[in-house]
């Protein structure tokens, strides 16, 4: 098998849908945008809110686009014959989930900085908080990912999707978000840095097993 | 006891049992296919033609009975045998975002060995040379299922499984894939398809299974 082809094949599909990969960064840009709108300009009251902002809009951001990872593959049977093929399906998925992360997660953290200004987070801090979504937007990726492979197969999934994973995913939000808050008041922020670095470790290495899984299971009836 | 000589391409299954829900699509049936012997399942609409097919090609499950390829379990043989088949659904797998020049190379990616055929001359033998870089999406449905038989032109691997491989080709299509089902059967390959039409495959043995029989 060719890892780069099947790279390029899903950045190529990424790029012809690219009006659909907009949505989630409206949203994240829309869902900060409003909370100085609706709470007050006060910068001291927008500096204390803005990691926590910031994390939730991403996490309900990356959520938009997860129950699209394997859809249209399943419909079109594509899956099917990914499945069939000799290359080891947690692999293929694995670099499924990483392309999939390159188009939604990473355009969320290139767009943070700007976010983290709107809401009058200190300029010193802006490093950490980018590290601090870098470690877990994969995370959050894999997660969606594992509910979306377990889904595929449903009629309507909308709703189920988000209930399977938003608890997996409090862990994440809950360190990530004081890696950012710590870093604003200027604690030191390592430990839950580290924190995220190892779910990071774990999310990459044990969900692609979960995610095969869950495909060969949604497929079997 | 003397174990019995399987032929090197052979699938053979013994005592099958497929349910679904609480309807039995098939009973302990037991069949073998050979090197350059193609199996037609026949049955009405419903009957499990699919679902079949799915078993066999290990993307379902039984519920008993016994799968060999080449005199191994399926269970041992898993990468092997995904290895040595090509699968063509009743959604064929082409995605309509690509062209089907890009499609074929997607295909070509997953495989463990490199394509004998390049891309081109492959859509060159299923006609699409003219349409080799235009989206999937402004093909016609018969034209998508030309781009999907291009896939089994990529590499040779020994067992085919075509379910409703007719479907929407025209006459050229049909004759193409008759054409390419009688040189896979001349190199000693062997294929399962499910079909409501006969398929002309003479001087080669078509064996018949109809399902729906068993209540």
């Given amino acids: ?221 | 006891m003397i174990a019995p000589i399987t032929p090197p391409n052979a699938l053979s299954v013994s005592n099958l049992d497929i349910w679904r829900g609480e309807r039995c699509l098939c009973q302990s049936i037991s069949f073998a296919v050979i090197s350059g012997e193609a199996l037609h399942l026949l049955g009405a609409n419903g009957a499990g033609k699919t679902t079949l097919i799915r078993v066999l090609a290990g993307l379902g499950r039984a519920d008993g009975g016994e799968l060999c390829w080449r005199g191994q379990p399926l269970r041992e043989s898993g990468a092997e045998y995904r290895a040595s088949l090509a699968y063509l659904g009743h959604s064929s797998g082409v995605k309509l975002g690509l062209t089907p020049r890009e499609n074929l190379t997607a295909a070509g990616a997953l495989l463990a060995v490199p394509s004998a055929t390049d891309a081109t001359a492959a859509l060159a033998r299923v006609g699409l040379t003219q349409q080799a870089d235009l989206p999937c999406s402004t093909l016609s449905m018969g034209q998508r299922r030309r781009a999907a038989l291009a896939r089994l032109l990529l590499v040779r691997v020994p067992v085919w499984f075509l379910d409703e491989p007719l479907t929407s080709l025209d006459r050229s299509g049909v004759g193409l894939l008759t054409g390419m089902l009688k040189e896979h059967l001349t190199v000693g390959g062997l294929a399962v398809f499910a079909s409501h039409q006969p398929l002309d495959l003479e001087p080669f043995p078509v064996k018949t299974l109809l399902l729906g029989e068993v209540v």
């Fill in chain 1, 1 to 221: 098998m060719k890892p780069a082809a099947l790279i390029q094949r899903d950045l190529l599909l990424a790029y012809r849908r690219r009006s659909e990969l907009a949505t989630p960064l409206i949203f994240f840009v829309m869902v900060t945008g409003l909370f100085p709108l609706a709470l007050s300009p006060e910068p001291a009251l927008l500096r204390t809110l803005a990691p926590g902002v910031v994390w939730v809009a991403a996490l309900l951001a990356g959520l938009i686009g997860q129950e699209s990872l394997f859809k249209s593959d399943y419909e079109d049977g594509s899956l099917e014959q990914l499945l069939l093929s000799p290359a080891p399906l947690e692999f293929v998925v694995l670099l499924r989930v990483f392309t999939h992360w390159l188009v939604t997660g990473l355009p969320l953290v290139i767009l943070s900085p700007l976010m983290g200004l709107l809401l009058n987070y200190p300029a010193a801090a802006m490093g950490t908080l980018v590290v601090s979504l870098l470690l877990g937007t994969p995370i959050l990726s894999f997660l969606g990912a594992v509910g979306a492979a377990l889904t595929v197969g449903l009629r309507r999934s909308g709703m189920l999707l988000p209930i399977l994973i938003l608890p997996l995913a409090v862990p994440v939000l809950i360190f990530g978000a004081s890696t950012a808050a710590r870093a604003a008041s200027g604690e030191p922020t390592a430990a839950p840095l580290y924190f995220l670095g190892a779910m990071l470790v774990l999310a990459v290495t044990l969900a692609p097993y979960a995610i095969a899984g869950g495909l060969r299971v949604s497929l079997e009836s």
